[in-house]
């Protein structure tokens, strides 16, 4: 892989690349032309997409659909989506049958993901990764040359000494501890091992960074609760990526513009002290033992659907280099700045508690009873009950 851009190295050097960045609104959506659009154009593909029915499938879906160096799209679901330009056909993705669905198609796109933090972690996992499995597999009998999985930046890692930003081909160093992550490392190994085990498939695999539109994750609920919980010695650094920016990744990929591990999210990141007064929402610090303990506490009994292992994702960096895109010409439309905002906006009026998402009424008496600090731990009841043990 190439090396980390210079211009991702320093945060402050956006404004270089600003003439660069197509602007909102001009239908780019950060695709840029050929570089040498008198060079021979191939034919145009078929284009195979799971998940196609909602989020980024359904976005990708409507994109392909609309561009001219598309022949046809292919989409598959467990229920009809909204683009009546695309062929469709209804089936879960671990249905062995999508071999014959995806036959004549020349790249699939997999986005049938189950990321939800309310879904069963054993169901979670037995559908994603055997819904991969079962994909990368069609695909090769299908005679698919090309397939492009979704992960997350997340499958780095946050850790204390990350390099900010990280390479694209630096070492995979999270675990299995924060929610989800640990299915799309196992789906990486999978895309991974595709090649060896069916010669001529090639696999491509995109990481977006924190990403934002709606969606609902640990990392964006970050940002419903009543205080920023920092814990006392961590660096918080923040990247984020507008789905919008995913959608033309995925489409450079699925064009075989770009190929290999590629990361994708806004230019650069912002330090926790911007995010605080970027959002206006004041920070609440913690020790690291308070903190860790009480989110580990609270998932083992089932009051949130957050693991302790999603906190280190606010306390240490994961900031990516998107070298792989810019040398193939692609620009995020979106600062950092731009998407936070739109984030603020998504998620105003609603209220969340050590990451499980309360009611108006709920939140109010949780913030009544135990105040902000204790109200974003979710963790009022431990507390005082350690306090009376202690005889405080």
């Known amino acids: 892989m190439s090396s980390p851009d210079p211009h991702v190295s320093d945060k402050r050097s956006r404004a270089a690349q600003d003439d660069d960045r197509p602007e909102h609104g001009d239908g780019a959506s950060g695709v840029r032309p050929p570089r040498n659009p008198e060079s021979p154009r191939r034919p145009s593909p078929v284009i195979a997409v799971t998940g196609a029915a909602s989020g980024v499938g359904a976005a990708l879906v409507s994109r392909l659909a609309a561009s001219d160096e598309v022949k046809q799209v292919v989409a598959i679901d467990e229920r009809r989506g909204d683009c009546a330009a695309a062929q469709?056909?209804?089936?879960?993705?671990?249905?062995?049958?999508?071999?014959?669905?995806?036959?004549?198609?020349?790249?699939?796109?997999?986005?049938?993901?189950?990321?939800?933090?309310?879904?069963?972690?054993?169901?979670?996992?037995?559908?994603?990764?055997?819904?991969?499995?079962?994909?990368?597999?069609?695909?090769?009998?299908?005679?698919?040359?090309?397939?492009?999985?979704?992960?997350?930046?997340?499958?780095?890692?946050?850790?204390?000494?990350?390099?900010?930003?990280?390479?694209?081909?630096?070492?995979?160093?999270?675990?299995?501890?924060?929610?989800?992550?640990?299915?799309?490392?196992?789906?990486?190994?999978?895309?991974?091992?595709?090649?060896?085990?069916?010669?001529?498939?090639?696999?491509?695999?995109?990481?977006?960074?924190?990403?934002?539109?709606?969606?609902?994750?640990?990392?964006?609920?970050?940002?419903?609760?009543?205080?920023?919980?920092?814990?006392?010695?961590?660096?918080?650094?923040?990247?984020?990526?507008?789905?919008?920016?995913?959608?033309?990744?995925?489409?450079?990929?699925?064009?075989?513009?770009?190929?290999?591990?590629?990361?994708?999210?806004?230019?650069?990141?912002?330090?926790?002290?911007?995010?605080?007064?970027?959002?206006?929402?004041?920070?609440?610090?913690?020790?690291?033992?308070?903190?860790?303990?009480?989110?580990?506490?609270?998932h083992r009994i089932g009051l949130t659907p957050s693991p302790a292992g999603d906190l280190a994702y606010t306390m240490h960096p994961w900031v990516v280099s998107v070298s792989g895109l810019h040398a193939a010409g692609w620009r995020p439309r979106w600062t950092n700045e731009e998407v936070l905002a739109e984030l603020l906006q998504e998620v105003a009026g609603r209220h969340t508690v050590a990451g499980r998402r309360l009611g108006r009424r709920d939140a109010a008496t949780a913030a009544g009873a135990a105040g902000a600090t204790v109200a974003l731990l979710g963790a009022a009841a431990a507390v005082r009950l350690a306090r009376k043990r202690r005889g405080i």
């Not at 790249?107 to 993901?113: K, R």
């Not at 994603?128 to 930046?153: P, Y």
Request: aromatic share 4%; glycine share 8%.
């Open 88 to 298: 469709w056909h209804v089936l879960d993705v671990r249905d062995p049958a999508i071999a014959e669905k995806l036959r004549g198609a020349d790249v699939v796109v997999h986005l049938a993901l189950d990321l939800d933090l309310e879904t069963d972690p054993a169901a979670r996992t037995a559908y994603n990764v055997r819904g991969t499995q079962t994909v990368l597999t069609a695909a090769a009998a299908a005679g698919v040359h090309r397939v492009v999985l979704c992960t997350s930046a997340m499958v780095y890692g946050a850790l204390p000494d990350n390099d900010i930003p990280l390479s694209e081909d630096s070492e995979l160093r999270a675990t299995a501890e924060a929610t989800g992550v640990g299915d799309l490392l196992e789906i990486e190994r999978l895309g991974r091992r595709a090649p060896r085990a069916h010669p001529g498939l090639n696999v491509t695999v995109v990481r977006p960074a924190v990403l934002v539109g709606g969606t609902d994750t640990a990392l964006t609920r970050y940002f419903e609760s009543p205080r920023l919980l920092v814990v006392a010695g961590s660096r918080p650094t923040w990247q984020f990526c507008h789905v919008e920016d995913l959608v033309s990744a995925l489409e450079y990929a699925a064009l075989e513009k770009v190929e290999g591990e590629l990361a994708v999210g806004c230019e650069g990141w912002l330090e926790q002290e911007e995010v605080e007064e970027l959002s206006g929402i004041r920070r609440m610090e913690l020790p690291s033992a308070v903190a860790l303990g009480a989110a580990a506490r609270l």
